[in-house]
C-alpha cells in the first residue's frame, strides 16, 4: 500500500484547505482511512478516522470544522478543513489501517499564517 497525500499550503486564519490522500497497492475498501497531524514539537495526533463502513469519527479540535470523505471507486480520501487557526499548523499524514497492518504517507504541510 502506498498513500499520497497533497494539497497542503499556507493559508490565511479563517481559510479553508483541503486535503486529498491518493491510495494505491491494494483495495482501499477494507482498510479503515485516517488522516493525522503532528505540529512541531508535539506528538502525533488523531484528526479524522474514517472506518470501511464510512462511519466518520473526529477529534474534539476538529469537531465542526474538519470533515472527512472518502470514495473508494476513485481510491482516495479527503479532509476538507474550515476555519483554520494558527493551532492548526502541522504536517498533516493520511493513514490506512486494518488488522496490525498500518501504513503512511509522506505528509503534507499545512501553515496557517497572517
Known amino acids: 500500500v502506498v498513500l499520497e497525500e497533497s494539497g497542503g499550503g499556507l493559508v490565511p486564519p479563517g481559510g479553508s484547505l483541503r486535503l486529498s490522500c491518493a491510495f494505491s497497492?491494494?483495495?482501499?475498501?477494507?482498510?479503515?482511512m485516517a488522516w493525522y497531524r503532528q505540529a512541531p514539537g508535539k506528538q502525533r495526533e488523531l484528526v479524522a478516522r474514517?472506518?470501511?463502513?464510512?462511519?466518520?469519527f473526529y477529534a474534539d479540535f476538529a469537531l465542526g470544522r474538519f470533515t472527512i470523505t472518502r470514495d473508494n471507486p476513485k481510491s482516495m480520501v479527503y479532509l476538507q478543513m474550515n476555519s483554520l487557526n494558527f493551532e492548526d499548523t502541522a504536517v498533516y499524514y493520511c493513514?490506512?489501517?486494518?488488522?496490525?497492518?498500518?501504513?503512511w504517507g509522506q505528509g503534507t504541510q499545512v501553515t496557517v499564517s497572517s
Open positions: 497497492g491494494s483495495t482501499i475498501r477494507v482498510y479503515n
Open positions: 474514517m472506518s470501511q463502513s464510512h462511519t466518520p
Open positions: 493513514n490506512a489501517e486494518r488488522g496490525s497492518l498500518s501504513v
